[in-house]
């Protein structure tokens, strides 16, 4: 059984993995470095909310067994069951790109782009997940045991970790210094990640043209951003390869970024935050604008094919 990555450059990924107990460990031994220690675990928590989207699309390692203790371990900083990102993002959004039926569209009840529909985002988009997780469930328990036993587990192992750790807060700290040392190593920083991915996703596709060959994606290009969140700003190229693995994503969005608006190639994510939520409200000529076509307005004579879904994780897991 190896335990080598498949991807070079899933070392670093392994890195941050392994750091993520760690930060917890220290916050739990040294409550009085909470404040130094807490934003490193809201950072990794994210962190292993990208790492799970990567690891569905593009498993680390070879062995299927390894995979499986590896996003049982994501799961837990995630904050959600790893699983879950299989109906609703590989077999759903990837398949039709914030058009009707996808579960995550950012057009919900509106296709304005302000801070109230950008926060509020993340409970939309759950709610309307939740009914593909549960077909989901239903299907592998119907007809596939194996898989049905792995979302078992990673429920377990999820809701056992975040409750057990809790619990091991109170017996260290007691139960009202216990509470806010798990809040802030564990707690919170996981519910931040569900949060701030959904938040990604609204902001990687509102006001884009998802009926055009380059146009249905956002992009932010800033090279920290990508170091921090392992290429995650280079939407375009990931979803016209979606079997790429991340550590690729550059040299694909290279390719392409001469035919993708210029618009949706922004280089600071922080940039776009103020320009669009602080700024544009007083000054509306600086906010995003729809671009090509609307999600809502398919365009006469049907739908042109989408972007490739060709889909390693999804193919795997679909096993059903
Ligand atoms: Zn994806």
Redesign the pocket.
């Known amino acids: 059984m190896s335990l080598r990555p498949r991807f070079s450059a899933d070392y670093r990924t392994i890195a941050w993995v392994l750091t993520m107990p760690l930060v917890v460990a220290a916050a739990y031994a040294r409550p009085d470095l909470l404040p130094w220690l807490s934003p490193v675990s809201f950072y990794l928590a994210l962190a292993a909310g990208v790492i799970a989207?990567n690891h569905?699309?593009c498993p680390t390692f070879a062995n299927k067994r390894v995979n499986g203790v590896f996003a049982n371990t994501l799961s837990v900083f995630y904050g959600y069951p790893t699983f879950a990102w299989i109906p609703t993002?590989?077999l759903n959004?990837?398949k039709l790109v914030n058009r009707e039926g996808d579960a995550t569209i950012t057009w919900r009840y509106t296709n304005r782009n302000d801070a109230l529909v950008a926060t509020t985002y993340f409970f939309v988009s759950s709610y309307w997940q939740s009914d593909p997780i549960k077909a989901y469930l239903r299907k592998a328990r119907a007809s596939n045991p194996r898989l049905f036993r792995q979302i078992v587990t990673q429920y377990v192992v999820w809701a056992g970790s975040q409750f057990g750790m809790l619990g091991v807060a109170w017996a260290l700290h007691g139960a009202r210094r216990g509470t806010v040392v798990w809040l802030f190593s564990m707690g919170l920083p996981a519910f931040f990640s569900l949060w701030t991915i959904m938040l990604f996703n609204y902001f990687q596709h509102v006001h884009c043209d998802p009926w055009s060959a380059h146009d249905h994606s956002r992009n932010f290009t800033s090279k920290l951003t990508n170091f921090l969140l392992f290429n995650n700003g280079l939407h375009t190229a990931?979803?016209e390869s979606?079997g790429a693995h991340w550590s690729t994503l550059p040299a694909l969005h290279a390719k392409l970024e001469r035919d993708i608006s210029p618009s949706l190639n922004l280089r600071s994510f922080w940039g776009y935050v103020v320009r669009q939520y602080l700024l544009a409200p007083l000054f509306p000529s600086l906010g995003t604008r729809q671009i090509g076509r609307a999600p809502f307005d398919p365009p006469p004579g049907g739908a042109p094919p989408l972007a490739d879904v060709d889909d390693h994780g999804a193919i795997e897991a679909l096993a059903l």
Do not use: I, K
Request: proline share 0%.
């Open positions: 989207h569905n699309h993002h590989n959004h990837h990931h979803h979606a």
